[in-house]
């Protein structure tokens, strides 16, 4: 079985920043070669996507992040990262990590930190 754990999130004063880290346990399981990425959710809103990084290196930004967020990632301790800098009250939510495994075609999410950014 595949677990994921956030942590890092807190309360923060907009322009602050934070570090979110993800650790992935499992019997056997490795995220090299699989995409991983995380998502948010803002209170009253849909899950949306924030960044990606694929098993090759290549990451990919929401546009609202671009330029503030960095992705990350270390495959000797299965983990990854987000650094969010230059925060804003509009990057509040709870962020989740995902590992997208292709053999089988599976998602595995952990349960989420808090992110609070005050204006």
């Known amino acids: 079985q595949v677990q994921l754990v956030e942590s890092g999130g807190g309360l923060v004063q907009a322009g602050g920043s934070l570090r979110l880290s993800c650790a992935v346990s499992g019997s056997m399981f490795s995220i090299k070669e699989n995409a991983m990425g995380w998502y948010r959710q803002a209170p009253g809103k849909q899950r949306e996507p924030v960044a990606t990084v694929t098993g090759g290196g290549s990451t990919n930004y929401v546009d609202s992040v671009q330029g503030r967020f960095t992705i990350s990632r270390d495959n000797a301790k299965n983990a990854l990262y987000l650094q969010m800098n230059s925060l804003k009250p509009e990057d509040t939510g709870v962020y989740y990590c995902?590992?997208?495994?292709?053999?089988?075609?599976?998602?595995?999410w952990g349960q989420g930190t808090q992110v609070t950014v005050s204006s």
């Open positions: 995902f590992v997208r495994t292709v053999a089988p075609l599976r998602w595995y």
